[in-house]
């Protein structure tokens, strides 16, 4: 895949929803923006996401330590594991009960998981399974700041609102939840989060540079506006780090994957069309349910792939308009890891 650049971002407010920005949320903001700077340009765009020239990936955190040392942090790859790890919990005699729950306790810890590092990344892709060893240097081997495995990156707290009755004109009060980036590790590693000095986050578009340039332009307007959907509430405010012309982070990753197992790593939302093929039984994957209100208006619920999923066969996903009446256009379009 060529012509992939990175963008950093900054956001020094809440957001409104818990979840990070994903691909459809960022899609659906960029589209917005377009459409007030460039509007006579906006079929051009639709038509490139359309055909694959123009894809985007989801956000992803990346921790920045004290000693300036940058973590880029990708989805935990939904792969198998070894079934020799079973194996030998039923025909290996433990000599010591604490060794077995040592070995429980890190396959526990793999469910939990959501992020990994760039270079435990490559590992789980390469080997293509989580075989005991991989388990074990991703946990028990694992360097300080906690380089090569992240629980959650955000703290979510209820935030109080107010409303008022149009009939009795009385106030009332209610919460919602809002959250924002922080390091919540487990109690183990607790006494190294003081090791973390703060965390940004990075998208990935893989877009021609005129293309790129019409994008930056966007992502302005969004600074000044807010990358949410109750911007008019200061939700959402993030400063452009940096834009990185053909990322070398990405091109690393690429030229240090193998490319032997057929599949496809997802970075970002994927909704198939019906011309899509994708071979089940061959491929590991985490579903969700898409639900939501614009403007008023229901979406109508969709079922989609999410980040980290390895899927088997011909992706193409969809763009769709039609579903909405054309209030809002919806980028199911895959952007993917070949491995």
């Given at each position: ?42 079929k051009d765009i639709f038509t490139k996401v359309a055909s694959g020239e123009l894809r985007i990936s989801s956000v992803f955190p990346k921790v920045i330590t004290k000693k300036n040392e940058e973590i880029f942090l990708f989805p935990k790859p939904e792969l198998p594991q070894d079934e020799k790890i079973y194996e030998e919990f039923v025909n290996e005699d433990f ?226 308009s039609e579903s909405f009446k054309d209030k809002y256009t919806l980028n199911g379009k895959p952007f993917y890891l070949d491995f």
């Open positions: 895949m060529e012509n992939v650049h990175l963008v950093e971002l900054e956001f020094y407010s809440r957001l409104h929803n818990p979840e990070y920005i994903d691909s459809i949320k960022l899609s659906g903001a960029l589209f917005d923006a377009f459409a007030h700077i460039f509007p006579s340009n906006l000599e010591e009960k604490e060794e077995f729950f040592m070995r429980v306790n890190f396959l526990k810890k793999l469910k939990k998981l959501k992020y990994v590092s760039e270079n435990m990344l490559i590992k789980i892709l390469n080997e293509g399974k989580y075989s005991y060893t991989l388990i074990e240097n991703l946990f028990q081997n694992n360097e300080k700041y906690c380089k090569d495995f992240f629980y959650d990156v955000l703290f979510i707290e209820d935030m109080p609102r107010v409303t008022i009755s149009r009939i009795s004109q009385k106030s009332g009060i209610f919460y919602e939840p809002s959250s924002y980036p922080k390091v919540r590790l487990r109690p183990f590693l607790c006494e190294k989060e003081e090791a973390i000095e703060k965390i940004n986050f990075f998208f990935f578009i893989k877009a021609d540079e005129e293309e790129f340039e019409r994008i930056t332009s966007c992502l302005n307007f969004l600074e000044d506006r807010g990358l949410s959907s109750k911007y008019s509430l200061g939700y959402g405010k993030f400063r452009i780090i940096k834009t990185e012309k053909n990322s070398p982070l990405f091109k690393e990753i690429l030229e240090k994957i193998s490319k032997q197992h057929g599949l496809k790593y997802l970075l970002s939302k994927y909704i198939p069309n019906a011309n899509d093929s994708i071979s089940f039984k061959d491929s590991f994957y985490n579903l969700k349910w898409l639900r939501g209100v614009v403007h008023g208006y229901a979406l109508p619920k969709l079922l989609c792939f999410t980040e980290g999923s390895c899927i088997k066969g011909n992706i193409a996903g969809i763009l769709d």
